[in-house]
């Protein structure tokens, strides 16, 4: 008679046990070390959190502004914005910027494209952009808005900037962030006149969001 050796019901509970012991133990470790990156990362952070970078309108030159029609545009803008990172220890990289003018919430000229940059701590940049407009489509309403500002004296520009910005630590480089820059030019403008005229903006603050 042949003999089958079996594990007794004692002998698989005791397996049992011991394995799972093992997966307790691994996935205990597991998360250990999980929550210990996760601290050193939020503790870096809470130390290093960085400052939204500053902007601020420098100048701006009108040098058209013209209905070819009543419902299209032309346009050539001049426009400078300086750039500051006010972070000690975080420097910040700017990827796919785009600048445009825009008028009592209309855009006026075409979007003009920078090209990307990193920027040190505490430093400073110097964003120069051409903007221009042809055949803008504009509202029926905007001959006689741009009419009632010339006989005021003066033309107020908006002057956009957007774009996506990565955080650097060290040689640890965040994910990609949005970010909308909003200038406002006040541009003195004498009636009948849109050609050759320099707005006196320079430090004007520009409001920023991340």
Known sequence: MSLYLTS?????????????????????????????????????????????????????????????????????????????????????????????????GQQITADSLLPPFYQGHQDSNLLSASLHGTGMPVAPSFGYEVGR?????????????????????GTWVSGRYRFDVDCMAVIAIRPGDTSGLLSSVQGNQCSTTV
């Open 8 to 104: 007794s019901p004692k002998d698989c509970s005791k397996k049992g046990f011991h394995i799972n012991k093992l997966n307790k133990k691994l996935l205990y470790t597991l998360s250990t070390l999980i929550l210990s990156i996760l601290s050193a990362t939020f503790l870096i952070w809470l130390i290093l959190h960085p400052s939204k970078p500053e902007f601020s309108l420098r100048d701006t030159s009108l040098y058209e502004l013209s209905l070819s029609s009543p419902h299209l545009l032309n346009s050539t803008i001049q426009t400078t914005i300086v750039s500051k990172n006010p972070n000690d220890r975080v420097g910040i990289y700017y990827d796919q910027l785009r600048v445009y003018a825009a008028y009592k």
């Open 149 to 169: 500002d010339q006989t005021a004296g003066r033309l107020y520009l908006g002057l956009k900037l957007d774009g996506q910005l990565r955080w650097k630590v």
